[in-house]
């Protein structure tokens, strides 16, 4: 082989500077792409932090507004509301949930007057914050999770939290037809505009460990009777294609680190948005890994979101939102 013309492709031109890298970058993270899940709860005087996520906080009211502030002024796309009643208002029907003044429709209200015109505001749809038992629907007399009558409740759920000044609501409790309950039952009380995003991709992961803190979760059991087996790609699929059809405006792949081929090949199936949720247990590892001096932080974090972003996933819930949205304007 002639040693002066090999080799005759030479890729590592593209490399050579960091100017040369940032210009033919195939895939770019703006902080209007990331979506900062946030919790509040109500029988709190000052930000309760989070043992198993450093650096998370349950938020009282007066927190609360001042996270959604700092989330508008770094240009975030949106927040993600999650609310955490007291132990003393759960029940088997996660009644709090459709409290008009129960906390997570107050903060909606909170939020929207806040910062409605500058972010998205979003609101967990599910009833596993609210209910004693911990699952995401009302409980059959068996103790089996009753699908249809779970979805009466998510249609009231539904209508309060438009009633809040939610933008978008999350449906995360993976029951069959929940898109097509919620989407017949805004429409019929005149929330024709409020957007449906769908946890279309939501699988029965280990990875949420560190959420159940976040929440207050009183789970017993597990959730896989309704959510996705880790095993299973097709089948996420075909829930993201029939979410699509109920009137989903945007579907979900949870977690994402773990399920990147399923971010590829949701958001190649779909012709609406696809986005993905770095869970608490993703969150938790890098921070653990970084914490023990194992891993650089920031290029971690910056990695994984890159990843996400790479494998079709429009936009990304991360808890380092505010982070790398500063990180990427320099401030």
Same mark, same amino acid.
């Given at each position: 082989?002639d040693?002066?013309?090999?080799?005759a492709?030479?890729?590592?031109r593209? $490399?050579?500077?960091?100017?040369?890298r940032?210009?033919?970058a195939?895939t770019?993270?703006?902080p209007?792409?990331l979506?900062?899940?946030?919790?509040?709860?109500?029988?709190?005087v000052?930000?309760?932090?989070?043992?198993s996520?450093? %650096?998370v906080?349950?938020?009282?009211?007066?927190s609360l507004?001042?996270?959604?502030?700092?989330?508008?002024e770094v240009?975030? %796309?949106?927040?993600?509301?999650?609310g955490v009643?007291?132990?003393?208002?759960?029940?088997?029907? %996660?009644s709090? +949930?459709?409290?008009?003044?129960?906390?997570?429709?107050? &903060?909606?209200r909170?939020?929207?007057?806040?910062?409605?015109?500058?972010?998205?505001?979003?609101?967990?749809?599910?009833? #596993?914050?609210?209910?004693?038992?911990?699952h995401?629907?009302?409980l059959?007399?068996?103790?089996?999770v009753d699908?249809?009558?779970?979805?009466?409740?998510? $249609?009231?759920?539904?209508?309060?939290q &438009?009633?809040?000044?939610?933008a978008?609501?999350?449906l995360?409790g993976?029951?069959d037809g929940?898109?097509?309950?919620v989407?017949?039952?805004?429409?019929?009380?005149?929330?024709e505009?409020? +957007?449906?995003?769908?946890?279309?991709?939501?699988?029965?992961?280990a990875?949420y460990?560190?959420?159940?803190?976040?929440v207050?979760?009183?789970?017993?059991g597990?959730?896989?009777?309704y959510?996705? #087996?880790p095993?299973n790609?097709?089948?996420g699929?075909?829930?993201?294609l029939?979410?699509?059809?109920?009137g989903?405006?945007?579907v979900?792949?949870?977690?994402?680190l773990?399920?990147l081929d399923?971010?590829?090949?949701v958001s190649?199936?779909?012709?609406?948005?696809?986005?993905?949720?770095?869970?608490?247990?993703?969150y938790?590892m890098?921070? &653990?890994?970084a914490?023990n001096g194992?891993?650089?932080?920031?290029r971690?974090i910056?990695?994984?979101?890159t990843?996400?972003?790479r494998?079709g996933a429009?936009?990304v819930?991360?808890?380092?939102?505010?982070?790398?949205a500063?990180t990427?304007?320099?401030l």
């Amino acid at each position: 082989m002639d040693q002066g013309v090999f080799p005759a492709v030479r890729p590592r031109r593209l $490399r050579s500077t960091p100017a040369m890298r940032r210009l033919v970058a195939e895939t770019r993270i703006d902080p209007a792409q990331l979506v900062l899940p946030l919790f509040v709860r109500d029988d709190i005087v000052e930000p309760m932090p989070l043992q198993s996520m450093p %650096g998370v906080v349950q938020h009282t009211f007066d927190s609360l507004k001042g996270a959604v502030t700092e989330a508008a002024e770094v240009g975030l %796309g949106g927040v993600m509301l999650f609310g955490v009643p007291a132990d003393s208002a759960k029940d088997a029907s %996660g009644s709090a +949930a459709t409290d008009p003044d129960g906390v997570l429709n107050a &903060a909606t209200r909170l939020v929207a007057a806040e910062v409605g015109e500058a972010l998205v505001v979003q609101t967990d749809l599910c009833l #596993d914050e609210f209910t004693d038992h911990g699952h995401c629907g009302v409980l059959a007399p068996d103790g089996s999770v009753d699908n249809d009558a779970t979805l009466v409740r998510y $249609r009231d759920m539904a209508v309060e939290q &438009a009633r809040a000044g939610s933008a978008l609501l999350g449906l995360s409790g993976m029951m069959d037809g929940q898109v097509a309950a919620v989407r017949a039952a805004l429409d019929a009380d005149g929330f024709e505009h409020v +957007a449906v995003l769908a946890y279309a991709a939501k699988y029965a992961s280990a990875f949420y460990g560190p959420f159940r803190e976040a929440v207050g979760s009183t789970l017993r059991g597990d959730r896989k009777t309704y959510q996705l #087996d880790p095993a299973n790609g097709r089948e996420g699929v075909r829930e993201a294609l029939l979410d699509v059809a109920e009137g989903a405006d945007v579907v979900m792949v949870k977690p994402a680190l773990s399920y990147l081929d399923l971010v590829a090949e949701v958001s190649a199936a779909v012709s609406v948005p696809t986005w993905a949720y770095q869970v608490s247990g993703e969150y938790a590892m890098i921070e &653990a890994a970084a914490a023990n001096g194992w891993i650089d932080r920031d290029r971690a974090i910056l990695e994984s979101l890159t990843s996400i972003r790479r494998a079709g996933a429009e936009a990304v819930l991360t808890y380092w939102a505010v982070e790398v949205a500063r990180t990427l304007k320099g401030l």
